[in-house]
Antibody, heavy 120, light 111 residues
């Protein structure tokens, strides 16, 4: 059974940093691209960042480019999102999602999400 | 840049059917999409991948009541025999190298 378990969310002040983790199990993690998707309170889904299976290519939404860094440790089956210079508008539930291929494609499994609140 | 357009809301009676539409922007009518369901206070769940020719592949344990079809730039999700727990937000999603895109979502209300 595929499982994706996010952690690392919490309350952080504007300008602060946070690192999210997503522990994966039930599939060969190193064979699939992974992404982060967020959902602000009462809003729709917004893609944030993606990384291919090897970690050799990373992608970012314009809204987070230069502030967030996605990475993965295939030996630990774990996906990360380092979030710096956080703003109030980054407040959201952050989901990790497995991509159905090594590079791009649809999301076939989702985590349960972790809440990030940016507020003073 | 591909854009996905969804109607904000849809409703139908318990036991009836509802059809949701996701429209791809001009020049992108050949793109495949995926449909995802998000029940209240829960994370999203993958329903199916839907290609431009209407072929689709469903996620784990997705009932036969959920089906997909395509016509031109439009991608459809049909939910038959509506049940109360089908009341949810439904999102379409597509992708190109380097980016993933969501539609704005359709809120389905079961009357």
């Amino acid at each position: 059974e595929v499982q994706l378990l996010e952690c690392g969310g919490g309350l952080v002040q504007p300008g602060g940093s946070l690192r999210l983790s997503c522990a994966a199990s039930g599939f060969t993690f190193s064979n699939y691209a992974m992404t982060w998707v967020r959902q602000a309170p009462g809003k729709g889904l917004e893609w944030v960042s993606g990384i291919i299976d090897s970690g050799g290519s990373t992608y970012y939404a314009d809204s987070v480019k230069g502030r967030f860094t996605i990475s993965r440790d295939n030996s630990k089956n774990t996906l990360y999102l380092q979030m710096n210079s956080l703003r109030a508008e980054d407040t959201a539930v952050y989901y990790c999602a497995k991509v159905g291929s090594a590079t791009v494609g649809y999301f076939d499994y989702w985590g349960q999400g972790t809440l990030v609140t940016v507020s003073s | 840049q591909v854009v996905l357009t969804q109607s904000p809301s849809a409703s139908a009676s318990l036991g009836a059917s509802v059809n949701l539409t996701c429209t791809l922007s001009s020049g992108h009518s050949s793109y495949a999409i995926a449909w995802h369901q998000q029940q209240p206070e829960k994370g999203p769940r993958y329903l199916m991948k839907l290609s431009s020719d209407g072929s689709h592949s469903k996620g784990d344990n997705i009932p036969d009541r959920f089906s997909g079809s395509s016509s031109g730039a439009e991608r459809y999700l049909t939910i038959s025999s509506l049940q109360s727990d089908d009341e949810a937000d439904y999102y379409c999603q597509t992708w190109v190298t380097g980016t993933w895109v969501f539609g704005g979502g359709t809120k389905v209300t079961v009357l």
